[in-house]
């Protein structure tokens, strides 16, 4: 299993480690606003890896078509990810707008450089663009 990068770590370790989402439900808004994000890093990071692997082994890759190939088969959890994209949306701006802390705490955490100036929405919406 692969670790978040910073951005992701940011977001999620600013809410688990806090009192922003009332502690009964934490633990739920983190699972459904950032979903399967783990299994999708760990796909990511796979075919990352393979991509670098065919580009030190050649001078000019002429090629990416078989990595791409054996990548696909494991690319379930994007499939996941975007048919519950939606209600993460959705939990995400229902929590902004009830609960000023968090929307305090979002445009605080936007303006950190882990965030790479890049708001919480947009970065959900990049596993599926």
Known sequence: MYSAPPSAQVWINGLKDSDIIPAERRADFITQVFWNIHEI?????????ALNKQQKSYAVVEHIGDILLDSVLHFAPFISYGAHQLYGKYEFEKE?????????????????PESHKLELNGYLTKPTT
Not at 41 to 49: A, F
């Open 41 to 49: 890093i760990t796909v990511n990071t796979r075919l990352r890896d």
């Open 96 to 112: 902004k707008s009830s609960n000023l802390v968090f929307a305090q705490f979002v445009e605080n955490t936007e303006k950190l």
